[in-house]
T-cell receptor, first 113, second 113 residues
C-alpha cells in the first residue's frame, strides 16, 4: 500500500523568508510524486510533479521540490514566501503502474506580512 | 479549475434522501475520480473510472454509487446508506498515458439538514 505523511499540520513564516513544507512517502517501486495547493472552498491546483530525471523539480509560482530517494522525501520549497502563498498544501504519491493517488493530510501555510 | 465543472456548489441532504453530485469535463480526459475531503484527513478516493461504462471502488465506496455513461460525465450519488455524508466532494480528471496529472473541479460542499 502507498501512503504519504506530512508531519506538520501548520507552517508559519514571515513574508520574504524561505518556506519549506515537508513530505515523506511510501510506495512499492519508483514513485510519481505531486504537490497541490488549495485555497478556501476551492479545488486543488497542481503545482509540480516528479516522475523521473532531475531530483530538483521546478513548478508554478516559484515553488520547487527536491526528490530524495534515500530519505523517501519530497519537500516543497520556496526561497521567498508571499502572503498570497497562504493556503493548504497537499503532497500525493502514486506508483508507476497505478493511476490512483494517495494524499497526505495537508499542511496549512500561513505567511504573515 | 478550468475544464472541470462540478455542480451544485452547495447541496443539502435530508435524512433518508439520495442526492447526486454532477461532474462534467471538456478536456477529453479518459479517467475521472471522486474524492471526499474532511478536515485534517486529506483526500480519500471514493470511486474512479478509466473508461466509459467501467468504474472501480476506491478506499471509501460504501454508501456511494457512480455511473460513467459518457466520457465527459461522472456523477456521484450519495445514498441514504452513507450515514456521515457531510464533507467537501472533489471531482478530478486525467489523460491516461499523458501528463500523469489529475486536474480538479471546484468542489461541492454537502451538508445534512
Amino acid at each position: 500500500a502507498q501512503s504519504v505523511a506530512q508531519p506538520e499540520d501548520q507552517v508559519n513564516v514571515a513574508e520574504g523568508n524561505p518556506l519549506t513544507v515537508k513530505c515523506t512517502y511510501s510506495v512499492s517501486g519508483n514513485p510519481y510524486l505531486f504537490w497541490y495547493v488549495q485555497y478556501p472552498n476551492r479545488g486543488l491546483q497542481f503545482l509540480l510533479k516528479y516522475i523521473t530525471g532531475d531530483n530538483l523539480v521546478k513548478g508554478s509560482y516559484g515553488f520547487e521540490a527536491e526528490f530524495n530517494k534515500s530519505q523517501t522525501s519530497f519537500h516543497l520549497k520556496k526561497p521567498s514566501a508571499l502572503v498570497s502563498d497562504s493556503a493548504l498544501y497537499f503532497c500525493a504519491v502514486s506508483g508507476i503502474n497505478d493511476y490512483k493517488l494517495s494524499f497526505g493530510a495537508g499542511t496549512t501555510v500561513t505567511v504573515r506580512a | 479549475d478550468g475544464g472541470i465543472t462540478q455542480s451544485p456548489k452547495y447541496l443539502f441532504r435530508k435524512e433518508g434522501q439520495n442526492v447526486t453530485l454532477s461532474c462534467e469535463q471538456n478536456l477529453n480526459h479518459d479517467a475521472m475520480y471522486w474524492y471526499r475531503q474532511d478536515p485534517g484527513q486529506g483526500l480519500r478516493l471514493i470511486y474512479y473510472s478509466q473508461i466509459v461504462n467501467d468504474f472501480q471502488k476506491g478506499d471509501i465506496a460504501e454508501g456511494y454509487s457512480v455511473s460513467r455513461e459518457k466520457k465527459e460525465s461522472f456523477p456521484l450519488t450519495v445514498t441514504s446508506a452513507q450515514k456521515n455524508p457531510t464533507a467537501f466532494y472533489l471531482c478530478a480528471s486525467e489523460s491516461l498515458g499523458g501528463e500523469n496529472i489529475q486536474y480538479f473541479g471546484a468542489g461541492t460542499r454537502l451538508s445534512v439538514l
